[in-house]
């Protein structure tokens, strides 16, 4: 028997497939979001599960444990989806859930604290002990999700259009020099159709040249993370308030929560707190689920 869990998110797909002893395969497919109103989303949520089946083939998975990305949390808006992963695994034990959660469920027990996420979007999560889901933000790119991968990518791109637009001369070596070289653009024309033409992942992908740029010590990188800290500060704030309660631990995900970079450390410093940085795959965790 073996049991999957999956870790879909924006950027990509992360799998693990257990048996009762332990890791039998790892890997990283494309993204998979759970918008399968989408056609190209359903097309690619479909390949990945079939890949994912190609790697467990001849054994068959028993029980899966996925967490996804924009999936719809209520019952009847996840049907589609688990019809999806049934003409793939046919009557596997199905358990799916947001990412966030999933997230969650990785690092904290029920009650225990605070899941700050910052990715390509942002949101802040508490699970209580009967179960039920507090948060605050998550609420997407076209109506927030500041401080997430996204919105750096976003603000950076405008660092560079203001200057564009006041005629101003771009200096070599610049903030606005090196992402319009990273995005390979020369002008507004380059900018729109880099914007318009990718998944919003693309705009995200920019954060983390940001955060290189913060590194080497460039003040409008380290600005616009500075601005960045301030919001998942105040999504930790907020969701406090919410909770009543303070000084809980918080555990920071995403692909923007490495160690030691400047957006975790001027976040460090809004909270006045050290606050605990992911170290664990959340995909394998998921398989440990499904096996429970």
């Given at each position: 028997m073996l049991y999957l869990g999956i870790d879909a998110g924006a950027s990509s797909t992360k799998w693990a497939l257990l048996d009762s002893e332990g890791t039998v395969k790892e890997g990283t497919s494309l993204s998979m979001d759970g918008?399968?109103?989408?056609?190209?989303?359903?097309?690619?949520?479909?390949?990945?599960?079939k890949e994912i089946e190609a790697v467990a083939h001849p054994q068959k998975v028993t029980a899966i444990y996925a967490g996804i990305t924009g999936i719809s949390e209520t019952v009847e808006g996840a049907a589609a989806t688990v019809e999806i992963f049934r003409s793939v695994f046919g009557r596997a034990r199905l358990e799916l859930v947001t990412d966030i959660e999933l997230g969650y469920r990785t690092h904290l027990d029920f009650g225990e604290g605070i899941f700050l996420y910052a990715g390509t979007g942002s949101i802040a999560l508490h699970i209580n002990k009967n179960r039920e889901i507090i948060r605050a933000g998550g609420w997407g790119y076209l109506l927030g999700d500041e401080g997430g991968g996204y919105w750096i990518g976003r603000e950076a791109i405008r660092k560079v259009l203001f200057r564009i637009e006041s005629q101003s001369p771009i200096a070599p070596n610049s903030f606005e020099e090196r992402i319009l070289i990273f995005m390979d653009c020369l002008d507004w024309k380059d900018i729109k159709s880099f914007v318009y033409s990718h998944e919003r992942s693309k705009m995200a992908s920019i954060a983390q040249h940001v955060i290189e740029l913060a590194q080497e010590g460039d003040g409008t990188a380290l600005e616009i993370l500075q601005e960045a800290a301030g919001y998942l500060a105040d999504l930790v704030w907020r969701l406090e308030k919410n909770l009543g309660m303070e000084g809980k631990p918080v555990v920071f995900a995403g692909g923007l929560s490495t160690e030691n970079n400047p957006l975790l450390q001027a976040l460090n410093r809004k909270l006045g707190a050290q606050v605990r940085v992911s170290n664990i795959r959340s995909a394998t965790r998921a398989a440990e689920l499904a096996r429970q």
């Amino acid at each position: 028997m073996l049991y999957l869990g999956i870790d879909a998110g924006a950027s990509s797909t992360k799998w693990a497939l257990l048996d009762s002893e332990g890791t039998v395969k790892e890997g990283t497919s494309l993204s998979m979001d759970g918008h399968i109103n989408r056609e190209e989303s359903k097309t690619r949520m479909i390949a990945v599960l079939k890949e994912i089946e190609a790697v467990a083939h001849p054994q068959k998975v028993t029980a899966i444990y996925a967490g996804i990305t924009g999936i719809s949390e209520t019952v009847e808006g996840a049907a589609a989806t688990v019809e999806i992963f049934r003409s793939v695994f046919g009557r596997a034990r199905l358990e799916l859930v947001t990412d966030i959660e999933l997230g969650y469920r990785t690092h904290l027990d029920f009650g225990e604290g605070i899941f700050l996420y910052a990715g390509t979007g942002s949101i802040a999560l508490h699970i209580n002990k009967n179960r039920e889901i507090i948060r605050a933000g998550g609420w997407g790119y076209l109506l927030g999700d500041e401080g997430g991968g996204y919105w750096i990518g976003r603000e950076a791109i405008r660092k560079v259009l203001f200057r564009i637009e006041s005629q101003s001369p771009i200096a070599p070596n610049s903030f606005e020099e090196r992402i319009l070289i990273f995005m390979d653009c020369l002008d507004w024309k380059d900018i729109k159709s880099f914007v318009y033409s990718h998944e919003r992942s693309k705009m995200a992908s920019i954060a983390q040249h940001v955060i290189e740029l913060a590194q080497e010590g460039d003040g409008t990188a380290l600005e616009i993370l500075q601005e960045a800290a301030g919001y998942l500060a105040d999504l930790v704030w907020r969701l406090e308030k919410n909770l009543g309660m303070e000084g809980k631990p918080v555990v920071f995900a995403g692909g923007l929560s490495t160690e030691n970079n400047p957006l975790l450390q001027a976040l460090n410093r809004k909270l006045g707190a050290q606050v605990r940085v992911s170290n664990i795959r959340s995909a394998t965790r998921a398989a440990e689920l499904a096996r429970q």
